[in-house]
């Protein structure tokens, strides 16, 4: 089966998929459903075989009786097509495998014997095993030179075990043939943020810090740490987050247009935002960054414990879970244009959303009392649903209300706009583009490598500090500096309007 590529041309989709670690969390909670929706909407090959890896014990019949579980438990039951579910359960095979180990390697080569199919190798298992996978593949003839992998970020905890880990990657596979997922870059929002950008003159022109007096970006996460202390508690909120999807959302914002859709014509735009990324100096840190650590609170009306107070938390960490700061971007088109970014867990609701605020007239009649009012936002909304809003001045309808302004969106929500469409989840898109050979929607290694380099200064400048997160009760917005922070520019964070 052909699909197309950016510019229309045709290209095969026929692949075999290994998925290491089948039975983990990622590959049941979204890779499975994922690719049962694309065999639903009759995205994938006939020929296309997926072939699930994993340390547990199963046969290819308790796989796929797994698999039906949670295809059962993931999908809504009117998109469980019968016909759809039972083509997609034919295509299940599995091996039992110890990563680690190159003995049992040889099963996945006599798997493999006489396709000639590409081999798709998707790593969905802790990153400091990704190199041991990769040289055991290669040593036991499983790969050839149309073979791609696919590994989750972030990859490592910081600049250093970023390179080690992919060097080991780069060893077996070249550049071209390596898919750094961000499954933030999956979303139909972030993708219609390029054509938001490129395609429409109304604001291609406008994108620059002639008409844009600052741009606000939150990340907001109700959850806590649910089961993560180990992982997260060496990672904090700064690697977790901001390395791997804020600095992702400021280059599709920030970067210049590309002179084209392909890959690297994306990413080089991307790589230079990275390098132009403002430093923090040691006075900027006290002033234009905070770290903060969530103490008991309640949400939804649900108490819920303080970090300190999870499940097997060392009660001395100064791990943060919150992290709000004010950067920019020096170039020409966003000189003096503040980027303000903030992310955090337990915080009042799920809430991704990317808030554009254009610079008001230059001379303003109106009521004077109404001043903050006289200025557009483009409200950019990833999750929880997916949509773009314009919000604009009119007039106050009434006979009483004269020349009173007010404010109201002119709003493209997706779910509403197209009710009959349903809106794919980031993993279907990018699953897809996999099994296209296009690149453009994931991380080149340069722009993993930058992001850590400016991360790690971050970290660097805190731990000389040695300062404690400032507290925040869970079910807030954060601490009351990070208000404090914005409201010192004489602004404040959306929600507050």
């Known amino acids: ?31 499975f459903p994922s690719l049962f929706h694309l065999e639903r909407e009759g995205l994938l090959d006939p020929a296309t075989r997926l072939l699930g890896l994993a340390r547990q014990e199963h046969d290819r019949d308790s796989f796929r009786a797994q698999v039906q579980k949670t295809l059962k438990t993931r999908v809504k039951a009117e998109e469980l097509d019968r016909e759809a579910l039972e083509r997609f359960l034919a295509r299940l095979d599995f091996l039992q495998l110890d990563f680690t180990h190159p003995e049992g390697y040889a099963a996945i080569h006599e798997w493999r014997q006489g396709a000639e199919r590409p081999m798709v190798v998707y790593l969905s298992v802790a ?18 030179d149309e073979s791609r992998v696919v590994v989750e970020k972030p990859i490592g905890y910081d600049l250093a075990s970023s390179a080690e880990i992919n060097d080991a990657i780069g060893a077996v596979f070249p550049e071209s043939r390596i898919y750094r997922i961000d499954h933030y870059l999956g979303k139909e929002t972030v993708q219609n943020l390029i054509a938001l950008r490129f395609a429409n003159p109304l604001f291609g022109t406008q994108w620059n810090q002639n008409h844009i007096s600052h741009v606000e970006i939150t990340v907001a996460e109700q959850v806590g740490i649910e089961g993560r202390w180990g992982y997260f508690d060496d990672a904090g909120q700064l690697r977790d987050m901001v390395q791997n999807h804020l600095l992702q959302l400021v280059c599709l914002i920030a970067m210049d247009p590309p002179a084209n859709l392909d890959a690297d014509a994306i990413r080089d735009e991307k790589v230079k935002v990275l390098k132009a990324l403002k430093p923090f100096t040691d006075d900027m840190l006290g002033r234009d960054v905070v770290r903060g650590q969530y103490i008991a609170g309640t949400i ?9 107070e999870e499940e097997g938390a060392n009660t001395e960490s100064h791990t943060e879970s919150f992290v709000a700061m004010k950067t920019g971007v020096a170039n020409w088109r966003w000189a003096g244009v503040p980027f303000y970014l903030r992310t955090g867990k337990r915080m009042p609701e799920k809430l991704s ?17 109404q001043r903050d009012l006289a200025a557009n936002k483009l409200v950019i909304r990833l999750q929880p649903e997916e949509g773009i809003a314009l919000e604009v001045l009119t007039k106050d309808s009434g006979l009483d209300k004269g020349m009173r ?20 989840d980031a993993y279907e898109r990018l699953l897809l583009e996999v099994m296209k050979g296009q690149q453009y929607l994931f991380v ?23 300062e404690p997160p400032r507290r925040y009760p869970a079910g807030s917005w954060g601490p009351v500096a990070s208000i404090a ?6 602004r404040s964070w959306y929600e507050d309007y």
């Not at 041991?132 to 003839?141: A, K, P, Q, V």
């Not at 080149?444 to 040695?466: F, I, P, T």
Request: with cysteine; glycine share 8%.
């Open 1 to 31: 089966m052909s699909r197309h590529n950016q510019v229309g041309e045709a290209i095969s989709t026929e692949i075999d998929l290994a998925l290491f670690g089948a039975l983990g969390d990622l590959a049941q909670r979204k890779l």
């Open 127 to 144: 990153a400091r095993i990704y190199g041991d996978i990769c040289r055991h593949l290669e040593s036991t003839g499983c790969l050839d």
């Open 300 to 308: 939804d009306g649900r108490s819920v414990p303080g970090y300190l």
């Open 353 to 369: 959303q990317i808030v554009i605020h254009f610079r008001q007239q230059p001379h303003y009649i109106f009521d004077p009392d």
């Open 405 to 424: 302004l007010r404010r109201g969106p002119l709003h493209l929500d997706f779910n509403s706009a197209f009710p009959k469409t349903r809106i794919p």
């Open 444 to 466: 080149r290694r340069d722009e993993v490598e930058y992001a850590w380099r400016w991360c790690d200064s971050l970290n660097a400048a805190w731990k000389d500090r040695d």
């Open 485 to 490: 922070m914005i409201t010192q520019d004489g």
